[in-house]
């Protein structure tokens, strides 16, 4: 009938009696693929050598085993020192793990020195991390632009905000008005792995020279032997790491023998304005996608020989990009002019070595590190837990090993949609699955849920760690 309405009827949930005497049933059961990986990697052990000094007259936890912990912790989704209690709660899975003052003295110990040598035994833990790759799967991923694979390893660096509601030490007012700090980090394209970071306070300069060199000389340190050397290695920033100073480091790094090139934003500037309106129609092409289809309305052109760029490495090339701007972006007044938003690259890539549309496609892939960073910020260093800066300091070097353990454990124990996975998925379909311990046949066993949609993806995870080759000890 006309005017009368019929809804269909909801179908009631099965009453449940809640009470709290459950037995042999554990939560984060999947967190114990971290931790087994950081066993299988070599990192635990190294920890414990590098921390061997803070452990007084070898008593209380190993040092080395709360580091671990923390890093797990964090990796799992954990915020603060105290949700280590998620782990110490079910010492049935993950063993004795360390209150929550001790661990937060053992943060407060790390000085320079003891910082120097947990970078250090994380670097040895990526070398045997990636010798496994090589030896169960097909090595480390290669980046890819344009539909194409980017030879060698691509470094992005780019800094972020992170948001201080107390006045921690070195906090400070941001350039958005914030409160806070502004470190400045850096991600392998490749796989995700953190590679190094640098706590600055809040009013740091996006464009320091210094913070850029010293974060990439970190991240290089953090790449084995077998790749840091011999292998091309892309290094990707914004305009903020166009400073003259920064790129010319870039490039003396080869007398080391390490084959860096840059691949960079830069401002427009009145002589790259005027180059830009003198370009011939004829000499812009069309612009490539991501997967490598042309994109409408956009246009790379090269500009090299056309804006002065003395100062600059020899064999610098600049590159523009223009096209029709999207609703809501930000157009400068020579964009506002044109009716086109402009961008602008230099790097020092050959011409024998790739095309103009190709390397500004493959330097619009630095958009990911804002992923990477987002991501990291789950992962540890969106919130910082002590007023002292040190200790926050070690808390960004531990939330970097929670971002590495999370990528190895994509690159090495898991396939298809979760291998790609955003740590986000990877917690709510494997990390933080429930599970009963049973006991029988003297074996200690974790049952996940025959009904979990993703059990068989986290019990071939659990296979794959198992067969995994081992550091020599």
């Known amino acids: 009938m006309e005017g009368t309405f019929y809804v269909q009827g909801i179908g009631s949930r099965p009453k449940l009696h809640v009470c709290a005497d459950g037995a042999g049933v554990v939560g984060h059961a999947g967190a114990r693929l971290l931790a087994d990986l950081a066993d299988a990697t070599g990192l635990t052990s190294l920890y414990s050598t590098a921390l061997s000094p803070l452990r007084p007259r070898g008593t209380g936890h190993d040092p080395g085993r709360i580091a671990t912990d923390l890093a797990v912790m964090l990796a799992d989704g954990g915020e603060a020192i105290a949700d280590l209690a998620v782990l110490r709660d079910q010492g049935e899975v993950f063993g004795p793990v360390a209150s929550t003052p001790t661990a937060w003295r053992l943060l407060a110990a790390v000085d320079e020195r003891v910082l120097d040598r947990l970078r250090s035994a994380r670097a ?81 300069g996006a464009n320091t020279a210094a913070d850029h060199i010293a974060v ?90 056309m804006a002065d760029l003395a100062g600059y490495p020899e064999g610098t090339r600049i590159i523009v990009r223009r096209e029709r701007p999207h609703p809501g972006a930000q157009l400068s007044l020579f964009d506002q002019d044109e009716g086109l938003r402009h961008q602008v690259i230099l790097t020092d890539t050959p011409f024998t070595s790739g095309s103009a549309q190709f390397l ?108 995994l080759p081992r550091p020599a000890s």
């Open 124 to 204: 040895q833990a990526r070398e045997v991390a990636w010798l496994q790759a090589c030896e169960t799967r097909s090595g480390i991923p290669a980046a890819k632009a344009g539909g194409r694979e980017v030879p060698g390893l691509v470094l992005d660096i780019d800094a972020t905000l992170i948001t201080c509601h107390s006045e921690k030490d070195q906090a400070a007012p941001t350039y958005k008005g914030g409160f806070g700090f502004h470190p400045l980090l850096c991600f392998l394209a490749n796989t995700g792995e953190g590679m190094s970071g640098r706590l600055r306070p809040g009013n740091a």
């Open 360 to 467: 500004e496609v493959r330097h619009r892939g630095h958009a990911a590190v804002e992923d990477h960073i987002r991501c990291g910020k789950s992962t540890g260093f969106g919130r910082f837990p002590s007023r002292h800066f040190p200790l926050n300091v070690a808390w960004l070097e531990l939330s970097l090993a929670a971002i590495d353990l999370l990528a190895w454990t994509r690159v090495l124990l898991l396939d298809g949609e979760l291998a790609a996975a955003e740590p986000k998925k990877l917690r709510y379909r494997i990390l933080h699955v429930a599970a009963r311990i049973t006991r029988g046949g003297r074996r200690l066993r974790l049952r996940i849920s025959a009904t979990w949609p993703w059990r068989h993806e986290l019990a071939a995870a659990f296979h794959r760690l198992a067969a």
């Open 216 to 305: 990439l000389d970190e991240a290089l340190a953090q790449i084995p032997d077998a790749h840091r050397h011999g292998t091309d290695i892309l290094v990707r920033t914004d305009s903020a790491g166009s400073a003259k100073s920064f790129l010319t480091h870039v490039r003396e790094l080869r007398a080391r023998g390490i084959c860096t090139f840059f691949s960079v934003g830069y401002a427009i500037t009145e002589p790259v304005r005027r180059a830009i309106r003198a370009l011939p129609e004829q000499v812009r092409h069309p612009a490539p996608d991501q997967d490598g289809t042309l994109r409408e309305s956009a246009e790379v052109a090269e500009l090299t020989g």
